[in-house]
């Protein structure tokens, strides 16, 4: 498997514009993450799904963010309008059963919103 | 939710040398504890985990030790190579909830 897939690796847009970032989980993987990384904040966990369903968004940190899981291998995280905080490096992860399993990551989205 | 800590932010060792990076967690219920390694342009990969029904863990020159009565899980990597300079982050879960400490920035001298 060539493991987790992100697109794109770069984006930079203007502000006020939709960003979507798109994730292919590994094939046979239940569940997928979606993590922020920041140099102030860290890794934070946005959103995560188990069997394509939505368990906790309590992450996203506003209504700009959307995430949507419409089969067991495609993921997009959409930020309508974008801004320039919302400027960090994105990364989907896939894990076989939930957060008790290894978790592989994607190469991350590094976005730059102006 | 769940909060992890980790200290130190940054580390810088002696190449032979050990490296310890430590953890704390604030729920009890978390019961599985991995170690991520991140290389510059990369997402985090695994480099070892610990459930909490066990108190300690090794994989050659990494070791990982769980303290359940205090909430505290450490990383221990003997004899470091340059290669080993990296950031470290580790994690606590609890069901599917996966949370990261802030990271440790290691540096391997030569």
């Known amino acids: 498997d060539a493991g987790v897939i992100q697109s794109p690796r770069h984006e930079v847009t203007e502000m006020g514009q939709e960003v979507t970032l798109r994730c292919k989980p590994i094939?046979?993987?239940?569940?997928l993450f979606w993590y922020r990384q920041t140099m102030m904040r860290g890794l934070e966990l946005l959103i995560y799904?188990?069997?394509?369903?939505?368990?906790?968004d309590s992450g996203m940190p506003e209504d700009r963010f959307s995430a949507k899981m419409p089969n067991a291998s495609f993921s997009t995280l959409k930020i309508q309008p974008s801004e320039p905080r919302d400027s960090a490096v994105y990364f989907c992860?896939?894990?076989?059963?939930?957060?008790?399993?290894?978790?592989?990551f994607g190469q991350g989205t590094r976005l730059t919103v102006v | 939710g769940e909060n992890v800590e980790q200290h130190p932010s940054t580390l810088s060792v002696q190449e032979g040398d050990s490296a310890v990076i430590k953890c704390t967690y604030s729920?009890?219920?978390?019961?599985?504890f991995p170690w991520y390694k991140q290389e510059l342009g990369k997402g985090p990969q695994l480099i070892i985990d610990i459930r909490s029904n066990v108190g300690e863990k090794k994989d050659q020159r990494i070791a990982v030790t769980l303290n359940k009565t205090a909430k505290h899980f450490s990383l221990h990597i003997t004899e470091t190579q340059p290669e080993d300079s990296a950031v470290y982050f580790c994690a606590a879960s609890i069901n599917n909830d996966m949370r990261f400490g802030a990271g440790t920035r290691l540096t391997v001298k030569p």
């Open positions: 729920d009890s219920a978390s019961n599985y």
């Open positions: 799904f188990n069997n394509n369903v939505p368990i906790d």
């Open positions: 992860a896939s894990s076989l059963a939930g957060g008790n399993t290894e978790a592989f």
């Open positions: 094939s046979g993987h239940n569940s």
